[in-house]
């Protein structure tokens, strides 16, 4: 950049690491900060750490949380024979925004893809086996979106789970192609889970 100070230089690279920020949108956030007080500043820092030293994976469904297991798998009024699938736990957090879903999540941490030598041991798959073993009639709603990855990942769903008693079902298809699910507006996601369409009995 040349015109700024080698600190607030370094403070415009670190924030052009964050997804969709780039140079003129980093220079903002940087002045924007130190627009603010050392307080203000130091409580930032502060979460920061927080969330990378004390956040984790939930030991059942895969949701971040800083417990062993996750506020959703512990509340005791969720269904747990509702088991929405997601691809990552972003997604969760989307439902979790529209507030209507009532089941529990299980977050796969990526979608199988033959193009990136992805298969279907590279995901947490297995564990969703596990999970509905002790679950009388459970379902499972694949909430992987449109996309060639996804289509995949719920054919293969699909198949391993066709000899158990399992109904399988989808978001209806008023999402549109390629899109991801935590970018959708709360109205479209929450009529695409309340339309969900079942793909196998």
């Known amino acids: 950049m040349g015109v700024y100070p080698k600190n607030f230089e370094a403070l415009v690279e670190s ?5 969709g920020v780039g140079e003129k949108s980093a220079e ?3 002045l924007s ?3 603010m007080s050392l307080e203000d500043i130091e409580l930032m820092r502060e979460a ?3 969330c990378k030293k004390d956040l984790h ?3 059942v469904c895969g949701y971040l949380t800083d417990q062993e297991v996750c506020p959703i798998c512990s509340d005791e009024s969720r269904d747990k024979n509702l088991i929405c699938v997601v691809e990552d736990y972003k997604s969760a957090f989307a439902f979790e925004k529209v507030g209507n879903f009532k089941g529990v999540y299980h977050i796969l941490n990526g979608l199988i893809s033959p193009m ?3 298969g279907a041991e590279d995901i947490n798959l297995s564990s969703l086996g596990r999970r509905i ?5 459970p379902e499972l709603i694949l909430a992987l979106g449109s996309s060639l990855e996804a289509e995949t990942t719920i054919l293969y769903i699909k198949e391993i789970f ?3 008693d399992v109904t399988i079902s989808r978001l209806s298809h008023g999402i549109p192609m390629g899109a991801e699910i935590e970018y959708l507006d709360m109205m479209t996601l929450d009529k695409a889970l309340f339309d969900r369409k079942v793909i196998s009995e």
């Open 133 to 137: 073993e002790n679950l009388k009639h």
């Open 57 to 59: 994976p939930c030991s």
């Open 116 to 118: 990136l030598n992805k």
């Open 162 to 164: 066709k000899s158990k």
């Open 33 to 35: 900060i130190l627009d």
């Open 48 to 50: 920061l750490l927080n």
């Open 15 to 19: 924030l052009k690491k964050f997804p």
């Open 28 to 30: 903002r956030m940087a």
